[in-house]
């Protein structure tokens, strides 16, 4: 992040009450996320405290306030990867090519492919587990969607809020600072 952008997210601080007087960066969590990531507590350098705006989002389950148009995370527990992958793939491959023209497409799964293989030993489904692994190519592919393994419900909430500014501070310039921050 750089110094424009770092004093953006900081801005200055007056004697006001410590809660009152930190920045905030808003992330919107779709209103039907059933276990929302929690980004409680995290430290990010340049952001003291992240908002879950909880709402309907046309889709993917994670977004940016004011970028809902550009910005989609979809998040997968490797439970719901292994339904989305074995019945849920026509739904899913829908909110796909509804993202399409959305600038930022990630797919962020809980788990790692070595864990996800144990999960496919575990339910008898070795022999699907290299057709598994080629949708998710192909999805990447067709979609342009960003395919990223973190290990844990508290990894993935830490790489989409890392993320998120991430994506926010490259186009910082493009939206006003207002709209996404308070005071």
């Given at each position: 992040?750089?110094?424009?952008?770092?004093?953006?997210?900081?801005?200055?601080?007056?004697?006001?009450?410590?809660?009152?007087?930190?920045?905030?960066?808003?992330?919107i969590c779709d209103s039907r996320e059933?276990?929302?990531?929690?980004?409680?507590?995290?430290?990010?350098?340049?952001?003291?405290?992240?908002?879950?705006?909880?709402?309907?989002?046309?889709?993917?389950?994670?977004?940016?306030?004011?970028?809902?148009?550009?910005?989609?995370?979809?998040?997968?527990?490797?439970?719901?990867?292994?339904?989305?992958?074995?019945?849920?793939?026509?739904?899913?491959?829908?909110?796909?090519?509804?993202?399409?023209?959305?600038?930022?497409?990630?797919?962020?799964?809980?788990?790692?492919?070595?864990?996800?293989?144990?999960?496919?030993?575990?339910?008898?489904?070795?022999?699907?587990?290299?057709?598994?692994?080629?949708?998710?190519?192909?999805?990447?592919?067709?979609?342009?969607?960003?395919?990223?393994?973190?290990?844990?419900?508290?990894?993935?909430?830490?790489?989409?809020?890392?993320?998120?500014?991430?994506?926010?501070?490259?186009?910082?310039?493009?939206?006003?600072?207002?709209?996404?921050?308070?005071?």
């Amino acid at each position: 992040m750089d110094k424009k952008t770092e004093s953006q997210l900081t801005k200055s601080r007056e004697p006001q009450s410590q809660e009152s007087s930190q920045p905030l960066f808003k992330i919107i969590c779709d209103s039907r996320e059933q276990l929302p990531l929690s980004f409680e507590g995290l430290k990010i350098r340049g952001v003291p405290r992240i908002e879950t705006i909880r709402r309907k989002l046309d889709v993917g389950d994670y977004s940016i306030e004011g970028q809902e148009d550009s910005v989609f995370i979809e998040r997968k527990s490797v439970n719901d990867l292994y339904g989305t992958l074995f019945q849920g793939r026509e739904r899913f491959e829908k909110e796909l090519e509804r993202a399409k023209n959305h600038q930022h497409r990630y797919l962020v799964i809980e788990s790692t492919p070595f864990g996800f293989a144990s999960y496919m030993e575990y339910h008898r489904n070795m022999m699907q587990f290299n057709s598994a692994f080629s949708s998710l190519m192909i999805w990447a592919e067709r979609y342009g969607l960003k395919v990223r393994w973190c290990k844990t419900p508290a990894g993935a909430a830490d790489y989409v809020a890392r993320l998120a500014i991430k994506i926010y501070s490259e186009d910082a310039a493009a939206i006003p600072i207002g709209s996404l921050l308070t005071a």
